[in-house]
């Protein structure tokens, strides 16, 4: 199922933004959606994951107290609050389906969203 990831900005430190990722079809009960983010010259990194079925929800510690993860069944969307940005929180931001937290999930990457923090 494809996922869309949105609503990446520029913001300056201290402040808000929310991502969405949207997938097109039915997410079966067993995905785990993941965010991971990367910034210029550096590894991809693991964010945050929440279990579609459970609403089970995981963090990195980088991120563990400003950003939370959830989701709507409605809409076959998650969402990603980020709160109390911080310049190293700049990144492009992908979203992944996978079957557990952390697990960057079969196929290719779409373009994800970019967060730009400024200080």
């Known amino acids: 199922v494809p996922l869309t990831e949105s609503g990446g900005g520029s913001v300056q430190a201290g402040g808000s933004l929310r991502l969405s990722c949207t997938a097109s079809g039915r997410l079966y009960t067993s995905a785990v959606i993941n965010w991971f983010r990367q910034a210029p010259g550096k590894e991809r990194e693991y964010v945050a994951a929440?279990?579609?079925?459970?609403?089970?929800?995981y963090y990195s510690d980088s991120v563990k107290g400003r950003f939370t993860i959830s989701k709507d069944r409605a809409e076959n969307t998650v969402y990603l609050q980020m709160d109390n940005l911080k310049p190293e929180d700049a990144a492009v931001y992908y979203c992944?389906?996978?079957?557990?937290?952390?697990?960057?999930?079969?196929?290719?990457w779409g373009p994800g969203t970019q967060v730009t923090v400024s200080s």
């Open positions: 929440i279990s579609w079925s459970n609403g089970y929800t």
């Open positions: 992944r389906r996978s079957t557990s937290p952390g697990d960057r999930g079969p196929g290719s």
